[in-house]
């Protein structure tokens, strides 16, 4: 192999020669060699186009499968089921069948102030008490709702509701492993895993997206209530799952037998 090396001045110039070809290799340095200068690799404009057609790609996924990943439905064989009291009529009518249709004994509903309230006042004031009502009205009999309210305003209304629930199960020594819950749209997997949080690992949480009628969920992007339920749940869950540490860390219920 043979290698040949020219300097110049006032820049460094090096040329390396193999027997094959000659591979200039060029570096200048000023500034006291503060500053150097190199040739480099670069793309292509097939390399260009390659990664444009990755990058598409990979925004396509993206696009089409953040929709089903955020409002799974995943159940769990459970005695109990939970409805969020916050959630549409459409969805409170879909609850109601689920329990109806379902082997449920108990149905909760939770949830804190509604929005706007600016502070708790009573328990019949709450979103709870509202999904208690429209359950009772969409033909679940009032003894089998029992209305879980928190008193929670403005941060963190998810799981504060389940830390409400939590509470009361295990103040009236619920026996607890599992529950399903009802909730709408893209905002199940977020609900599932506060619950879970809420709750801990002994309790099995199952979760019932009902999807919003308002909007086609195979092509949410071209509906602005779909973009910005997609959008706001996905930023919301990556806060939940990256960046939520609950104040008071739950050790779970404890099934006593």
Not at 232 to 255: C, D, K, Q, T, V
């Amino acid at each position: 192999m043979t290698i040949v090396t020219c300097k110049t001045e006032p820049a460094q110039v090096n040329c390396q020669y193999s027997p094959d070809r000659a591979v200039p290799v060029k570096r200048a340095k000023r500034f006291c060699g503060l500053l150097t200068r190199s040739e480099r690799w670069g793309l292509s404009w097939r390399g260009r186009l390659m990664l444009t057609l990755v990058a598409g790609v990979a925004a396509w996924t993206l696009v089409a499968g953040i929709y089903p990943f955020l409002a799974v439905t995943d159940r769990v064989d459970a005695k109990v089921l939970v409805v969020e009291g916050w959630i549409h009529n459409y969805a409170i009518r879909a609850g109601s069948m689920e329990f109806r249709t379902g082997d449920y004994q108990r149905i909760f509903t939770t949830g804190g102030p509604p929005e706007g309230n600016g502070a708790y006042t009573t328990d019949y004031d709450t979103s709870a008490s509202v999904g208690a009502d429209l359950l009772v009205k969409a033909g679940i009999s009032a003894e089998s709702v029992q209305m879980v309210p928190s008193r929670v305003v403005n941060r963190d209304r998810t799981y504060s509701a389940a830390a409400a629930l939590r509470d009361w199960v295990q103040k009236h020594n619920l026996q607890l492993q599992s529950i399903n819950i009802v909730t709408q749209d893209a905002h199940a997997r977020r609900t599932r895993l506060l619950f879970q949080k809420a709750f801990g690992s002994n309790v099995s949480v199952g979760i019932i997206s009902i999807p919003s009628p308002d909007y086609d969920a195979k092509h949410w992007w071209h509906y602005s209530q779909g973009v910005r339920e997609v959008t706001a749940e996905a930023i919301a869950y990556l806060y939940a799952r990256l960046l939520f540490h609950p104040s008071e860390p739950s050790h779970g219920l404890e099934n006593k037998r």
